[in-house]
């Protein structure tokens, strides 16, 4: 597609419920990027894929969040048990190169986001 | 720790002003050095970047940057203010080796005023 694409754009879940946000990366952008963006704050890194390999997950909050990339392309980032700190916006983002090749190539770009707010 | 500063968290300004907002980093490498702007319920859209060279740098509606490595700084300005720049500005910073994760900034809401 034209863009990083995200869905839903807007969820609304109770606490306790498990939620599950979808991002469609820029067709042959090989990196993935997920970001928590909490109300008023700059984005933070959650974790990161290169091709189906997750080879930075430092930035998960706690073992309620898991974030697959089984085929290399579409992302699902899941959040088990959520509680009412989980309420951000959560963006992802795509780059088309490795992350160690440098340059214009790490770029990131960015959809539009999944606001989740938990009750 | 890798961290960035904005140190303006609101800023006003009127149409047809110049701006300047600041950003610094902490880390001694070569950084990469990214601005972005989000609009009101939209994702982030990149302004500008730095890599290596020439250390300012023209990016989209007219903005520039200018990479400081003695004051580990990199400050977005712009000449002339147009009251749709009114939006939340984030400087970002990435670095070669480790260049994964981008380290946001908590961000700069401009306001312009007519």
């Known amino acids: 597609g034209a863009g990083v694409s995200q869905s839903p754009r807007y969820k609304v879940a109770k606490r306790g419920q498990d939620v599950a946000l979808r991002c469609d990366p820029i067709?042959?952008?090989?990196?993935l990027f997920w970001y928590q963006q909490a109300l008023g704050q700059g984005p933070e890194f959650l974790t990161y894929?290169?091709?189906?390999?997750?080879?930075?997950k430092s930035g998960l909050p706690s073992d309620r969040f898991f974030a697959e990339r089984p085929e290399g392309s579409v992302s699902t980032l899941k959040i088990q048990r959520t509680q009412q700190e989980d309420s951000a916006v959560y963006l992802c983002?795509?780059?088309?190169?490795?992350?160690?090749?440098?340059?214009?190539?790490?770029?990131?770009?960015f959809g539009a986001g999944t606001r989740l707010s938990v009750l | 720790a890798q961290s960035v500063t904005q140190p303006d968290i609101h800023i006003t300004v009127s149409e047809g002003a110049s701006l300047e907002l600041r950003c610094n980093y902490s880390?001694?490498?070569?950084?990469?050095l990214f601005w972005y702007v989000q609009s009101p319920g939209q994702g982030l859209q990149l302004l500008l970047k730095?890599?290596?060279?020439?250390?300012l740098v023209q990016g989209i509606k007219g903005f520039e940057a200018e990479f400081k490595r003695s004051q580990s700084s990199f400050n977005l300005r712009k000449p002339s203010v147009h009251w749709s720049d009114a939006a939340e500005y984030f400087c970002?910073?990435?670095?070669?080796?480790?260049?994964?994760?981008?380290?946001f900034g908590t961000g700069t809401r401009l306001q312009v005023t007519l």
């Open positions: 983002a795509s780059s088309l190169a490795f992350v160690t090749s440098g340059g214009a190539k790490n770029i990131q770009y």
């Open positions: 067709s042959g952008h090989v990196s």
């Open positions: 894929f290169q091709n189906e390999a997750q080879l930075d």
């Open positions: 880390y001694g490498a070569t950084p990469y």
């Open positions: 730095y890599f290596s060279g020439d250390t």
């Open positions: 970002a910073v990435g670095w070669a080796g480790t260049a994964s994760k981008l380290t």
